[in-house]
C-alpha cells in the first residue's frame, strides 16, 4: 500500500467516524421521522436500531486514537526533535481558528435563521437533548471568548461537540512530551503503560481518553500491533456500546464509584483501537475507507464536527419545527435529517477551504517565527516543520 493510499484509508476512517457523530446527534430528527405517533418517541423499532448501533461517544475514541497516531508520523520518519518541537507550537493555532469560526457561527445563526431546538422540542412533544442545548442568549463578544479560550477550559455553551477541545489539546501536548523523551527507546511500550496506567488512575475516564493517544503512538512505533481485517467485527460491536445494556450496568455497578469510571467509554476506547489496527494491517479495509467520497469526507471532517451542531439547533430544528405544526411530523423529521447533511456538508467544505486551510498555513508561520534557525535550532529542521502532518481534528466529536 502506497503511502498517499495508506494516508487516504487513515482520513477515511477519521470521515466515517466524524460521520457517525452526526448522526448520532439527530436522535430526535430520528425519532421523529419513524415514531409509530403524532409525537416524537424513542419507541420505534427505527430507533430502537439506530440507538443501539451508534453511540456518540465511539468516534471520539477514534478520533483520539487518530490523533496519537498521525501527529507522531513526522517524528516517526525522521527521528528529529524538532518536529516534537514544532507540534508543540503548532497545536492551539492548528485548532483554533476552525474553533473560533464555529462559535461566531453559532452566534450568528442565533441573530438570523435562529436556534430553534428549544421550540422544535416542544413542538415534538419535548426532547431533553434539544432542550438541553443553548439555553442562554449568545453574544458576539462570548462567541469571540469561547473560540479562543472558554472551549478549552470545558465550556461548551456555544457548541457542544467542543467538549472534546481540551482533551485533544492536553493528549496531544502529553504526548508530545513523552515521545520527545520515550519514543525512540525500545522500551518506549513499557513507559506507555505505565503512563496509560498512572492516567487511567487519576483522571478516570478522562485517563481512559488520554490513553488513546499512547495507543495510537503504539500502533505507529510498533507494527507488529496491527491486526487483521475480521477484528472490525468486535471493533464495532464494543462501538456500539451504551450505557443502558445488561453488561454495561452489570460491570459499571461492580466498580467502585470512586473510580469514577464510565465502563461505556471503556469499551469503546478499546473498540477504537482494534479498529484502527484493523485498518492499519488489512490491505481490504485500506482499500475501502480510502476510497474517494471517505476520504474527501475525512478532509473535511474536523470543519464537520464543529458546525453540524449549529446546524442542527438551526437549519434542523426549524424546519422539524414547521412539519411538526402543520400535523406533519415524520416528514418534518425526514426533511431535518437530509437538510442537516446536506447543509453541514456544504459548510464543512467551505470552512475546510476558507478557514482550516489557511489555519494550517498560519499555524506552520508562527512554528518557523517562535523556533526560527537560531543557536539551538539549524534552519533546515525549521524548513521541515512546513511538512509536518499536523492534520488530524479534535477532538474531536462526540455525543456528550
Not at 503504539?218 to 453488561?247: D, K, Q, V
Not at 447543509?343 to 499555524?363: E, K, N, Y
Request: with cysteine.
Amino acid at each position: 500500500m502506497k503511502p498517499t493510499q495508506h494516508n487516504a484509508a487513515l482520513d477515511g476512517l477519521r470521515g466515517v467516524a466524524a460521520f457517525l457523530v452526526v448522526l448520532f446527534h439527530m436522535e430526535a430528527f430520528v425519532g421523529s421521522a419513524f415514531s409509530p405517533t403524532d409525537k416524537y418517541t424513542i419507541g420505534s423499532p427505527v430507533w430502537q436500531m439506530y440507538r443501539r448501533v451508534i453511540d456518540g461517544n465511539f468516534p471520539v475514541a477514534v478520533f483520539f486514537v487518530l490523533s496519537g497516531f498521525v501527529l507522531l508520523l513526522g517524528f516517526d520518519r525522521k527521528r528529529d526533535l524538532p518536529y516534537l518541537a514544532g507540534a508543540t507550537v503548532k497545536r492551539y493555532f492548528r485548532l483554533t481558528p476552525v474553533v473560533l469560526a464555529s462559535t461566531v457561527l453559532a452566534w450568528l445563526a442565533s441573530v438570523t435563521i435562529g436556534l430553534h431546538n428549544a421550540s422544535a422540542a416542544a413542538a415534538i412533544g419535548g426532547n431533553e437533548g434539544l432542550t438541553f442545548i443553548y439555553r442562554q442568549p449568545l453574544t458576539f463578544i462570548g462567541s469571540i471568548w469561547n473560540g479562543l479560550a472558554g472551549a478549552y477550559r470545558g465550556d461548551d455553551s456555544y457548541n457542544y461537540p467542543l467538549w472534546t477541545l481540551s482533551i485533544e489539546l492536553t493528549g496531544s501536548l502529553m504526548l508530545f512530551g513523552i515521545a520527545a523523551l520515550f519514543y525512540r527507546s525500545e522500551r518506549f511500550w513499557i513507559v506507555a503503560l505505565a503512563v496509560a496506567a498512572g492516567w487511567i488512575t487519576l483522571f478516570g475516564t478522562r485517563g481512559v481518553y488520554y490513553t488513546l493517544f499512547l495507543a495510537g503512538a503504539l500502533m505507529l512505533r510498533y507494527p507488529s500491533l496491527r491486526l487483521r481485517w475480521y477484528w472490525l467485527i468486535p471493533a464495532a460491536y464494543l462501538g456500539a456500546e451504551n450505557i443502558w445494556l445488561p453488561e454495561m450496568v452489570f460491570v459499571q455497578n461492580a466498580i467502585p464509584k470512586s473510580w469514577n469510571l464510565d465502563v461505556t467509554a471503556c469499551a469503546h476506547a478499546i473498540g477504537a483501537v482494534m479498529m484502527l489496527a484493523s485498518v492499519l494491517g488489512s490491505a481490504k479495509l485500506k482499500s475501502v475507507f480510502g476510497c474517494r467520497p471517505l476520504a474527501w469526507l475525512g478532509r473535511v471532517s474536523f470543519s464537520l464536527y464543529v458546525c453540524h451542531a449549529i446546524v442542527i439547533a438551526s437549519v434542523g430544528c426549524w424546519v422539524l419545527e414547521v412539519f411538526a405544526l402543520r400535523g406533519e411530523l415524520h416528514l418534518g423529521g425526514l426533511l431535518a435529517i437530509a437538510a442537516t447533511v446536506v447543509v453541514s456538508l456544504v459548510l464543512a467544505q467551505l470552512m475546510t477551504t476558507l478557514v482550516d486551510g489557511p489555519a494550517q498555513r498560519l499555524a506552520n508561520w508562527i512554528a518557523n517565527a517562535v523556533l526560527q534557525p537560531s543557536r539551538s535550532l539549524p534552519e533546515t529542521s525549521v524548513r521541515k516543520l512546513e511538512n509536518f502532518d499536523n492534520s488530524v481534528a479534535a477532538g474531536g466529536t462526540s455525543g456528550r
